[in-house]
C-alpha cells in the first residue's frame, strides 16, 4: 500500500505527486485520459492574481504567494527536467477605454496601491504606448502591474510529467476511476479500470470532475464545471510584449509564436466545444484594445472546463468524517497560478498534518461531519 494515491492528472494532481514526491512520499498518480488534457492545456497560462482578484482577502494572498513561488518552481522545474517552461513576469494591462471603465480602475488601483502591491495608473498617451505601442490609441488609462505576467502551461504540464517520473511517481494515464474503496469506515483506495489501487490516503484532483467524484461517497461539494473558449492566432507581424486585459477579453503573447485570446464563461455542463458565438465573442472582444490583430493569421480555438465552486474559492484539505480522504479542486480560473502554492501546502499537510494556511479553503465549510455520519449510517 503506498503513501498516497491522487485521482486526476491535471496541474494541481501533478504539482502535488512532484511536490509529495521530493519529499520522499510514495506517490501513485492517475488520470483518465491524457496528462493535462482537460482544463490544464486548454488555460491561457495567466499569471495574474491582482488582475483576478478584485478585492483584498484570502484569495489574493494565495495568489501573490504563489506568484511568489514561480520563479523558484519553474527554475527548478527547468533544471531537473531540462525543459523550458517559459515563465515569462515582464508585467500586464488592465485597460479602460471609457470614464465608467476609469473610475473602476482607479478605485482597484487605490486599495491595491494602499496594500503595498507595486502597480502603476497610467492616464497618458505617451506612458501607455511606451508600455505596449500595439495598444490602441481610445485608451484613457491602464492599471501596469510589472511583475505579473504568464507561463506557457502546456510545456509546464510536460515538465511536471516528466518530473514526476524522475521523482519515481507511479503514473497511469488512461486510468478511470470509478468508485472510491472504504474499510472499516475509512477510505483505502479507489477502483479504477486497472482493478483496486490502495494507499493509505487518496487526494481527488479531479477538477470539474470532483464533485461527481465525491458523489461515489454521497459527500456533496458544489463544484460545477464553467466553460472556457479560448483562440490563438499567429504573432507574425504583431509584435505585441505586454499581456493586455479589457472588459469583453484578454490577449496574451507566448513565446512560442502565438497570440492567445480569451475568453468565454458559459455554463454547457461538461460540453467543451467551441460554439461560433463563442468565437465571435472572443475576436469582437480583443480586437478594439489591438487594432492590429484584425490582420492577425488564426491559428486554432478550443474549450476547457474550468472547475467552479459555489463560494469562488477552492476546497483545499480533508474530506471531513472521511479518514484518508482529501481534495485539492475547484480552482476555476487560476488553477495554474495557484498550482506551487496548492501543491506545497496541501504537502505540508499531508506530511506534517498542517493546516493553518488551508484555513480558509477547507472542504469543511461545504461538508460537516455530522452530515457524513448520517450518510454513513443511513
Ligand atoms: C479557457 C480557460 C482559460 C484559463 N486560463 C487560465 C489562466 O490564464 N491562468 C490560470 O491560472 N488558470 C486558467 N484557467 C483555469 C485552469 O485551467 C484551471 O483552474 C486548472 O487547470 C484546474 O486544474 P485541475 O488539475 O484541477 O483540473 P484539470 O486540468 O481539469 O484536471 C483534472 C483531471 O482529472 C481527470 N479525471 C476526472 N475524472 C476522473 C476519473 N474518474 N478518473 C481519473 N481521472 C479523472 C480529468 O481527466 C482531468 O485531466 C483557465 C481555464 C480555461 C478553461
Known amino acids: ?83 523550458d517552461v517559459q ?7 488592465t ?15 487605490r486599495w491595491q496601491k494602499d496594500a503595498g502591491h507595486s502597480v502603476h495608473f497610467l492616464t497618458e498617451r505617451q506612458q501607455l504606448a511606451e508600455v505596449e505601442p500595439l495598444l490602441t490609441d481610445k485608451a484613457q488609462a491602464a492599471i501596469y502591474s510589472p511583475y505579473e505576467g ?24 488512461g486510468c478511470v476511476v470509478s468508485g472510491i474503496a472504504v474499510k472499516g469506515g475509512k477510505v483505502v483506495g479507489v477502483d479504477s479500470s486497472l482493478g483496486p489501487l490502495r494507499a493509505a490516503h487518496t487526494v481527488i484532483t479531479s477538477g470539474a470532475w470532483a464533485g461527481v467524484m465525491l458523489d461515489l461517497l454521497g459527500v456533496s461539494v458544489p463544484v460545477r464545471p464553467v466553460r472556457g473558449q479560448i483562440a490563438a492566432v499567429s504573432s507574425v507581424g504583431i509584435p505585441l510584449r505586454t499581456v493586455i486585459f479589457g472588459t469583453t477579453g484578454y490577449v496574451t503573447p507566448k513565446k512560442d509564436g502565438k497570440i492567445v485570446l480569451g475568453a ?15 468565437l465571435a465573442s472572443i475576436l469582437n472582444g480583443v480586437m ?32 471531513p468524517g472521511w479518514e484518508g480522504l482529501s481534495i485539492a479542486g475547484g480552482h476555476f480560473r487560476n488553477g495554474i497560478l495557484l498550482s506551487p502554492a496548492t501543491a506545497k501546502w496541501m504537502a505540508d ?30
Not at 21 to 39: D, F, I, P
Not at 304 to 309: E, K, S, W
Open 1 to 83: 500500500m503506498g503513501d498516497c494515491l491522487i485521482v486526476g492528472g491535471g496541474v494541481i494532481g501533478l504539482s502535488l505527486a512532484y511536490e509529495l514526491s521530493r519529499r520522499g512520499m510514495g506517490v501513485t498518480l492517475v488520470e483518465q485520459g491524457e496528462w493535462g488534457g482537460q482544463a490544464s492545456s486548454a488555460a491561457a497560462g495567466m499569471l495574474a492574481p491582482l488582475k483576478e482578484f478584485t478585492a483584498p482577502g484570502p484569495m489574493l494572498d494565495f495568489g501573490m504567494t504563489s506568484l511568489a513561488y514561480y520563479p523558484q518552481w519553474a527554475q527548478e522545474l527547468e533544471e531537473f527536467t531540462g525543459g
Open 87 to 93: 515563465l515569462s513576469l515582464e508585467g500586464l494591462l
Open 95 to 109: 485597460v479602460a477605454l471609457d470614464d465608467g471603465e476609469q473610475a473602476q480602475l482607479a478605485e482597484k488601483f
Open 150 to 173: 504568464h507561463i506557457n502551461n502546456r510545456m509546464l504540464l510536460r515538465a511536471l510529467v516528466t518530473a514526476c517520473k524522475l521523482q519515481g511517481v507511479v503514473l497511469h494515464s
Open 264 to 278: 468565454t464563461e458559459d455554463e454547457s455542463g461538461f460540453q467543451r466545444e467551441v460554439t461560433m458565438a463563442g
Open 288 to 319: 478594439p484594445y489591438v487594432p492590429a490583430l484584425h490582420s492577425a493569421a488564426f491559428l486554432e480555438a478550443w474549450g476547457g472546463l474550468r472547475p467552479a465552486t459555489a463560494d469562488g474559492k477552492p476546497l483545499l484539505g480533508p474530506v
Open 349 to 378: 499537510y499531508l506530511e506534517k498534518g498542517e493546516r493553518e494556511q488551508l484555513a480558509p479553503f477547507l472542504p469543511a465549510r461545504f461538508v460537516t461531519e455530522e452530515n457524513v455520519s448520517a450518510h454513513k449510517m443511513g
